[in-house]
Nanobody, 124 residues
Framework: QVQLVESGGGLVQAGGSLRLSCAASGGTIGSYAMGWYRQAPGKEREFVAGITRSGTYTDYADFAKGRFTISRDNTKNTVYLQMNSLKPEDTAVYYC?????????????????RGQGTQVTVSS
């Protein structure tokens, strides 16, 4: 069973940047399509970004395009989410997830494993 542990969250001012990491254990991350979700208080979970096993193709939610970048280093069993130009509305718990299926599954909200999440708070 794959275990995913997120890190890198914190408090940042609007306009700032954070880089989230998702470290995997119990499996080879290169075997999975990966993605990031977020959930703000009182709101439903929403897709943020997804990446194919090789890292060749990525997909983003509209709010993430141009500001967020998903990447992966399969040699380090880690997936990243670089977040720039952060806004207060980006405040949420961010989760990484993996799937044995396709990246589109991640986009549609289907995954096999998910981490516990890391809190991102953006102050105005």
């Amino acid at each position: 069973q794959v275990q995913l542990v997120e890190s890198g969250g914190g408090l940042v001012q609007a306009g700032g940047s954070l880089r989230l990491s998702c470290a995997a254990s119990g499996g080879t991350i290169g075997s999975y399509a990966m993605g990031w979700y977020r959930q703000a208080p009182g709101k439903e979970r929403e897709f943020v970004a997804g990446i194919t096993r090789s890292g060749t193709y990525t997909d983003y939610a509209d709010f993430a395009k141009g500001r967020f970048t998903i990447s992966r280093d399969n040699t380090k069993n880690t997936v990243y989410l670089q977040m720039n130009s952060l806004k207060p509305e980006d405040t949420a718990v961010y989760y990484c997830a993996s799937t044995n299926g396709r990246t589109i599954d991640i986009v549609r909200g289907t995954y096999d494993y998910r981490g516990q999440g890391t809190q991102v708070t953006v102050s105005s």
